[in-house]
Structure formats: C-alpha cells, structure tokens
C-alpha cells in the first residue's frame, strides 16, 4: 500500500519533470502557461494529465489534434516513479530524499543533453544541494572529497592527453560540472567506475551511430547524459 502510492506520487514528480525538460532549454516559465499540447496549443485539463495512464487512454496521442505524443513522457514518469520505490526501499531518511531528488534531478539532466547538448547551470545546483545531506550526516564527509578531487583530478588527465593529442576540447564545461558534483556524490572509487562506465557506453553509442548513419568526423555525444545514467547505476550497485 505504501509503496503503491510512493510510486504515485513519483509518477506525479515525474510529470512535472517533463514539463522542466521541455521548458528549461526553451526558456520557458516552469509555472505558467499551464501544460498545453506542443502543436495545437489545446491547454490539457488536470483530469487529463494524470500520469502514464491518460498516455494509455489516448494511445499515445493529443485528444485534441491526435498528433503521436512521444513515449518518454510516460517513461519518465514510469522511471521517476521508480526511483521512488528503490529510496523507499533501499535508504532510510535523509538518504532516501536525497536519492530520490539527486537521481530525478540526474536522470532530467541525461534527457535535456540527449535532446539538446547542454547541462542546465540550474539544474546542476538543485543537484548540489540535493546531495549536501549525504555529506553533512556522513561519520566521513572527506569521502566526498576526495570523490571530488579524484573526479576532477582524472578530468585534467584526460583533458591534457586529448589536448596534446588532437588540440580539442574533449569535454564542454556542462561536464566538468556533472563531473565535480558526481565525485561528491559517489566518492573516489564510484566516480572513476562511473566514468569509465559511461566512455564505454559513448563508445557503444558511438559504434551503433556509425553503423546507422555513417561516419561523420565532428559527431556530437551527448556525455551528460551517459555520466548521469552511469552514476545512477553505480550509486545503487554495492561495491565489495
Ligand atoms: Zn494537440
């Protein structure tokens, strides 16, 4: 029963969330206008916005211009939803809300550089201060430091190896930030396994671009999106 309407009230978070990610990099209010559909401008009455379901109801489409809406709203509310009951579940207190605000905040960052290569400076602050719990109630807070410190210290490494090598920037400032803030998340051993983690999913990614459209030298990756999904992940996986 608990964990029932914990998911509940995660799909709800969840579909606030699609709203932050369409309107944060369009420079729109997250308040007002209240949700419309993207096409037809027909505002969406609260009795139909409810969560994965009014998706399911309308197939997958505006009840105004039948225009196809696209999946990862429902997803997202699905997945948010989800990171409810895995803080629910696995964290107590303190942990628990900040598991779940740190991993909503992260997984609406890994969306918004998917779709448009940038990590919202705003967004990369409510992450910070999400996480601050962990650190101050912690018996170690310097864990997190050095999670930090090793984080950007692997950073430097690689950014002056490319440098030296292909006279590029391998990584925008967005990253570098995701980066810093993921450090003091995992702390030093999860922050390199999250890294590495997510260089061989931008190698896959990579691969599977290639064989579908080409080789194209200048080829963007969204690496936000692989950090942020990667540190997911290795935050909930137990080291021995
Ligand atoms: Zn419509």
Not at 162 to 183: M, N, R, V
Request: hydrophobic share 50%; glycine share 6%.
């Amino acid at each position: 029963m608990q964990y029932s309407f914990f998911f509940i009230i995660g799909t709800i978070f969840g579909s606030f969330l699609n709203v932050v990610i369409y309107r944060i990099p369009n420079k729109i209010s997250i308040i007002k206008p209240r949700s419309h559909c993207p096409k037809c401008k027909e505002m969406i009455p609260f009795y139909r916005n409810i969560p994965i379901l009014s998706f399911l109801l309308q197939k997958g489409r505006c009840n105004n211009c039948s225009i196809p809406i696209s999946l990862i709203y429902p997803l997202t509310e699905f997945i948010i939803g989800f990171f409810f009951l895995i803080g629910l579940h696995y964290f107590q207190y303190m942990e628990s809300i900040s598991f779940i605000i740190v991993a909503s905040l992260l997984y609406t960052i890994s969306i918004i550089d998917y779709k448009y290569y940038i990590i919202p400076l705003e967004l990369s602050f409510l992450t910070l201060i999400a996480l601050l719990p962990n650190i101050i109630i912690s018996t170690n807070p310097l864990f997190y430091i050095y999670g930090l410190l090793v984080g950007l210290g692997y950073l430097l490494f690689i950014y002056t190896i490319t440098w030296a090598i292909t006279k590029k920037e391998p990584l925008g400032l967005g990253d570098i930030q995701l980066i810093a803030l993921l450090g003091l998340w995992l702390g030093p051993l999860k922050i390199l396994i999250t890294i590495f983690l997510s260089a061989c999913i931008g190698i896959i990614y990579w691969i599977i671009l290639y064989f579908i459209s080409g080789y194209e030298k200048n080829r963007k990756l969204p690496f936000g999106t692989f950090l942020s999904l990667s540190a997911i992940i290795i935050y909930l996986t137990k080291l021995v």
